[in-house]
């Protein structure tokens, strides 16, 4: 069983920045894969960003440029640094990570982008 949990979420203005963190637990050697999801207020929860084991990253188009997903692997934690954000942005964000034939969520922290 892997744990995990996020953490960093909070009230931002516009054009303002963030990280997010996501702490593993558990059977951590098992993890491939991460990702950060997140669901705004009446949507259907999306993918934001993925890395997998080796660091190799990926983005939706709409925040391209402006986050960044990383993990430490040493630290069992994964980030997503979040600048220039949008009233759009906001959503509460969910750690997603895949092993062992399994995929394990967080409970999500909430983000609110607004003046």
């Known amino acids: 069983q892997v744990q995990l949990v996020e953490s960093g979420g909070g009230l931002v203005q516009p054009g303002g920045s963030l990280r997010l963190s996501c702490a593993a637990s558990g059977i951590i050697f098992i993890i491939n894969d991460m990702r950060w999801y997140r669901q705004a207020p009446g949507k259907e929860r999306e993918l934001v960003a993925g890395i997998t084991r080796g660091g190799s990253t990926d983005y939706r188009d709409s925040v391209k440029g402006r986050f960044a997903i990383s993990r430490d692997n040493t630290k069992n934690t994964m980030y997503l640094q979040m600048n220039s954000l949008k009233p759009e942005d906001t959503a509460v964000y969910y750690c997603?990570?895949?092993?062992?034939?399994?995929?394990?969520w967080g409970q999500g922290t909430r983000l609110t982008v607004s003046s």
């Open positions: 997603n990570a895949d092993g062992g034939g399994r995929e394990f």
